[in-house]
């Protein structure tokens, strides 16, 4: 097994010669980063598209067409509104404290990105492969509530100060739910960490803990809708009463920080109950040794990134 620690592990084959001539520091430095961007970037590309995927669902849902002026059928419309943000101006409210305001967003969307750092993409794809991961990712999720809070009480409305004590609660509520649910696959897996978790699960598709934890498995995707305020439990954002919720006072890049934030957990969400109950990269049909030993269609068939992404979606 590739030593997933080793500065150079899982870097791109042309890159790794290119990086073997500088001193060790050095090597675990720019890997580092390296790793850091093609996690990163990804991420950030799903969330601008994500959004572009759910304004085109709602829009049908509707009887209408949704975003479709920029680009063919609408796919530059992300870019178009990443370029809006950018150059709108950030408003500060009247008598609103000036420095937790501007704080607020990078606390919501700096553990959503934080996160991602131990998430096993495969066996050798880790950027930090720590025993307590899965601790880790409850700790960080945690704290983005803070961002909603100070959000809310910064803002200096009422409006926004209700939209984040709803929110607020509504998070910190359902992570209790959520990590009730991950005590089982705690107890099942016999670690906290997120790599042996998922070769705990190989086996082909019965062996994944969805099967024999299907009660957990239900509460956990439950409480993962409802932590990233999807519907029908968006009601931080009951646009009746409390317009748009914690964040109705941002403008410009700061209220694109809290959009990134918001639907990079979502994407997180999803990757942890492929990890955790849907066996992550591992195929279906890991079982079946005379189907994933063929030479082509092995490569179909057999583990790999493509398993985790069909989950994800």
């Known amino acids: 097994m590739t030593d997933v620690t080793a500065p150079l592990a899982w870097l791109p084959d042309f890159i790794e010669p290119l990086l073997t001539w500088l001193p060790i520091w050095a090597q675990i430095l ?8 093609l996690i990163i970037i990804p991420v950030l590309l799903g969330v601008m598209y994500l959004t572009f995927a759910e304004r085109k669902i709602i829009g049908y849902m509707q009887m209408r067409i949704g975003p479709n002026r920029v680009g063919p059928r609408g796919w530059l419309q992300p870019i178009a509104d990443t370029l809006k943000f950018l150059t709108k101006e950030v408003i500060l409210p009247t008598n609103s404290n000036v420095y937790l305001f501007i704080i607020a967003p990078m606390l919501s969307l700096v553990p959503a990105l934080a996160a991602w750092a131990v998430v096993p993409f495969l066996d050798t794809w880790v950027l930090a492969d720590i025993d307590a991961s899965l601790l880790y990712i409850l700790a960080l999720t945690s704290i983005g ?13 009422k409006y926004a100060f ?18 009730f649910a991950l005590v089982g696959v705690l107890m099942a897996a016999g670690s906290l960490n997120l790599r042996e978790i998922v070769l705990h699960q190989s086996g082909g598709l019965f062996q994944w803990y969805w099967l024999p934890l299907f009660p957990l498995f239900i509460v956990y995707f439950i409480s993962g809708v409802a932590e990233t305020n999807r519907a029908p439990f968006d009601v931080a954002e009951g646009e009746s009463e409390i317009v748009a919720g914690f964040h109705v006072e941002y403008s410009g890049i700061a209220f694109a920080l809290f959009f990134l934030a918001e639907y990079a957990n979502m994407i997180l969400i999803s990757t942890l109950t492929s990890l ?21 269609i092995g490569l179909l068939f057999g583990n790999g990134l493509h398993w985790l992404l069909i989950k994800i979606c």
């Open 30 to 37: 720019v890997s580092s980063l390296i790793k850091i961007i």
């Open 145 to 157: 509530v803070y961002g909603i809070l100070v959000a809310g009480w910064a803002s200096n409305s």
């Open 162 to 179: 209700l939209g984040a004590m709803r929110a607020g609660a509504q998070v910190v509520a359902y992570e209790i739910a959520m990590g």
């Open 276 to 296: 955790l109950f849907l066996g992550g990269w591992l195929s279906p049909f890991d079982g079946l040794t005379w189907l994933t030993g063929l030479p082509v």
